[in-house]
């Protein structure tokens, strides 16, 4: 259920923003997950792929950037990515710590296209291109 609800949120925000943008179809959706909120990705695709369908998404790809959560060794000051919930030092072994990052949950932007469907009746001086990407401001 977790996964489908932020399936859910996520779609929420890509409407909105589409509405915004006076977009007719959202065609992609770009989000960032931190590793910490422990999303499993299959099962979320799977809840975006069944939540989408009869919202302004249900043509939509989601595609997930997965926000790694950097640590800095108190021992030997390196700084890493954990690895899962993995926080020792990769150089020395010492338990990193100040962790940033990792909690992310947000749409950065999504992908829309305006076209209608309606045949090949775009006018001369169509300049504005048809598919564009829209930034989701959190
Ligand atoms: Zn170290």
């Known amino acids: 259920m977790h996964e489908f609800a932020i399936a859910r949120a996520l779609i929420d925000v890509a409407e909105d923003a589409a509405r915004r943008a006076a977009a007719r179809r959202i065609v992609g959706l770009n989000a960032r997950i931190g590793v910490l909120r422990q999303v499993d990705a299959l099962l ?64 950065v932007s999504i992908e829309v296209d305006d076209d209608d469907d309606s045949g090949d009746s775009q006018g001369p001086g169509e300049e504005r291109p048809r598919r564009r990407r829209e930034p989701c401001p959190v």
């Open 44 to 107: 979320l695709s799977e809840a975006f792929a069944a939540a989408r369908g009869g919202t302004a998404c249900c043509d939509a790809e989601l595609r997930v950037e997965p926000v790694q959560t950097e640590l800095e060794c108190p021992a030997c000051r390196a700084a890493f990515n954990s690895r899962a919930w993995d926080w020792r030092c990769p150089r020395c072994g010492a338990e990193g710590e100040n962790p940033r990052g990792g909690e992310e949950l947000e749409l």
